[in-house]
Nanobody, 113 residues
Framework: VQLQVSGGGLVQAGGSLRLSCVGS????????MDWYRQAPGKQRELIAR???????YYADFVKGRFTISLDNAKDMAYLQMNSLEPEDTAVYFC????????WGQGTQVTVSS
């Protein structure tokens, strides 16, 4: 299984982007998936998670602005990001787990002030 991330780019503060993550073989339907990000000089941090059978999780710093979703029929996951702030600038990764961890390659999101 390989995860492919797309949708990053440069956007002005207040703008929106939607990230997509393509999986295969129904991987997201096994346990769920999540999105992480890593800014320069900082640790990778969890943004949002969909776990099968559990409430969706959002980090406090994205609540009300970001939305995680799945389309299992298409092996797709999304992260809709609204009201972007310069502090959201980072490389964004999708991730899932099934006997082992699977990571997408990351996509750069840059928010200008």
């Amino acid at each position: 299984v390989q995860l492919q991330v797309s949708g990053g780019g440069l956007v002005q503060a207040g703008g929106s982007l939607r990230l997509s993550c393509v999986g295969s073989g129904g991987i997201f339907g096994i346990n769920g998936m999540d999105w992480y990000r890593q800014a320069p000089g900082k640790q990778r941090e969890l943004i949002a998670r969909i776990s099968i059978g559990r409430p969706t999780y959002y980090a406090d710093f994205v609540k009300g602005r970001f939305t995680i979703s799945l389309d299992n029929a298409k092996d797709m996951a999304y992260l809709q990001m609204n009201s972007l702030e310069p502090e959201d600038t980072a490389v964004y990764f999708c991730h899932t787990w099934a006997r082992r961890d699977y990571w997408g390659q990351g996509t750069q999101v840059t928010v200008s002030s």
